[in-house]
């Protein structure tokens, strides 16, 4: 199992899994790789939806009608939530952290699906976390970080944490033992 961000390091997780197979890539395992094995969780419907079409394009021969992406703040995630893919909430909004304020409106992001899946753990999360300057976010959003999103890490966050460092934490949420992070730093 494999959690990444999305867009290009889904597409080097899903090239990556396809050299370790060795084999034609079938139906069948295209669409285990974008329907079970690869997981991808963005804020930015952009970003979602642009992964899902590069995923679907990997083999476009090959209906893709199902992927594991979705568009949620997945601060607030945990192994065992149920989401689905590219749903339709947005809470925080798409621009900024600055105008976080925890009740802005849900924002219609797109399609929604009836196909659900279940967060796990996986043996490998790959991401390209968000490098926002801590002075970019607000001490409301800092404040549910702390006490509602990743209160198990509480010992481990301060006002000087740049949001790179809580996407460290929640990665770590999501691991396996003996699991490996990758990220870009």
């Not at 939806?49 to 997945?74: C, F, M, W």
């Not at 621009?95 to 796990?120: C, H, K, M, P, R």
Request: aromatic content about 10%; overall charge negative.
């Amino acid at each position: 199992d494999l959690a990444c961000g999305s867009g290009s390091l889904l597409m080097g997780a899903y090239e990556r899994k396809a050299n370790l197979l060795r084999g034609e890539i079938t139906e069948e395992v295209h669409k285990d790789f974008v329907n079970r094995e690869l997981t991808g969780v963005d804020l930015m419907p952009f970003a979602a939806h642009l992964a899902t079409v590069q995923l679907a394009l990997r083999n476009p021969g090959y209906d893709t009608n199902k992927t594991q992406i979705a568009i949620e703040d997945s601060t607030a995630l945990r192994p065992g939530d149920t989401i689905s893919p590219t749903r339709e909430q947005m809470r925080y909004g798409q621009s900024s952290l600055e105008n976080w304020n925890g009740d802005q409106e849900t924002v219609e992001a797109g399609a929604t699906s009836e196909f659900e899946f279940e967060l796990g753990t996986f043996d490998t999360v790959i991401m390209n976390p968000p490098f926002t300057r801590k002075q970019k976010i607000t001490s409301e959003y800092r404040e549910d970080l702390r006490t509602q999103h990743l209160t198990e890490y509480v010992e481990y966050i301060n006002d000087e944490m740049g949001y790179y460092g809580y996407f460290l934490l929640l990665a770590d949420r999501f691991l396996n033992d003996n699991g490996r992070i990758a990220m870009v730093i």
